[in-house]
């Protein structure tokens, strides 16, 4: 098998922080152009129409594209060190929390950060072409959203070494990437949210997450 | 168990059509608002600060939100009859379709919806309370995403009689609620993509979802 990242981009680093974790051995290969570091490779965009990382090649050449498809698949193939929960109750409290850190967070950093990088002119939304003009109201939308995740990732953490129960998990993960994103892109975690702050110092610490830096 | 719908919604719908296909027996309520159809309900909205729908709540008074999380619980408690899966890579593939669906088809529809619908003036995203404007380019990028959407379903379709291999699944749930309240909304299906136009009307006509209408 084979892993497609784009290294600093916040969804397929869910997919290398969770083989991380979890200590499977797999190839990571880039996926970006090394002539543009901002677009991915002519010759990946080709091989998978989806054009969005991270992608995972299976060894008979079908692929998954999407981060919790793959890290799903991943945890069915490789169960130890569950990340993705051990019954179904605490799967789908991960995977509540994971999509609300999608949605609420990452969309949130996505939103300012595709609308308003000027080398992402024309590409608004991840996995289209030269075809979604950036809309500057978007930006403005994202920063929002994103301050309404860090109060509500607070009051969560609050009582709670991490999202869901008192173990790491893919919703931690998630919530990672788009908070450190948002940390490049000069979205810093507001002062008011010290829970999110020291729960952030944790996971930064981890040496899986180091490792898919 | 209790699963909370708003009719005519699309993300509840998902949930109540997969309640419908696997003959799962549970009580469903509705979360709207009687006094004003275009809101949830103060109590729904006080109890589950998640605002929005579905939402299942357990019988020790818990809860799950988020439509995949949802159905996944109950997948795992009523394994016949298989929607998400029946092996690790048939369940990556549904998934993954299942989130282009979302992010492609459902997404696209919603941007379009709410950002051009009176009633949701300053509730361009669902999940929040009256605080974020309309954007009227996000309504003409919905409809110009929601076009290529259909081109890529139709292309998946060419060959196949569902979306993922030859059996109905939750992907073919997303992409149907999604197409359908488009319709809804005047957004037919592009008609240069008669695979569409055939899948639709097959899954528009299965008893299981015109039970959950």
Redesign the interface.
């Known amino acids: 098998m084979k892993l497609y990242n784009w290294p600093m981009a916040p969804n397929p680093r869910r997919a290398t922080i969770f083989v991380a974790e979890k200590g499977i051995d797999i190839e990571i290969v880039n996926a970006g152009d090394p002539e543009n570091p901002s677009r991915l490779s002519p010759d990946f965009c080709h091989r998978f129409p989806?054009r969005r990382v991270p992608v995972l090649e299976?060894d008979d050449g079908?692929w998954?594209?999407?981060a919790?498809?793959?890290c799903?698949?991943l945890e069915?193939?490789y169960p130890d060190n569950s990340l993705m929960g051990r019954d179904?109750?605490e799967?789908?409290?991960i995977?509540?929390w994971d999509?609300?850190a999608e949605?609420?967070g990452l969309m949130a950093v996505s939103e300012y950060f595709r609308n308003t990088h000027k080398a992402f002119a024309g590409r608004?939304?991840a996995?289209?072409a030269n075809?979604?003009?950036q809309?500057p109201?978007?930006a403005e939308?994202g920063q929002?959203?994103l301050g309404?995740f860090f109060s509500k990732l607070d009051t969560q953490l609050d009582d709670r070494e991490f999202i869901v129960g008192d173990r790491f998990s893919f919703a931690d993960i998630t919530a990672y990437c788009a908070i450190a994103f948002g940390t490049s892109r000069r979205l810093a975690v507001a002062d008011d949210c010290p829970n999110v702050t020291r729960w952030y110092e944790a996971v930064d610490a981890r040496p899986g997450v180091s490792a898919a830096a």
């Open positions: 989806h299976l079908d998954i594209a999407e919790p498809a793959i799903r698949y069915t193939l179904a109750r799967a789908a409290q995977e509540m999509r609300v949605w609420e608004g939304v996995g289209y075809e979604v003009p809309i109201e978007l939308r929002f959203r309404l």
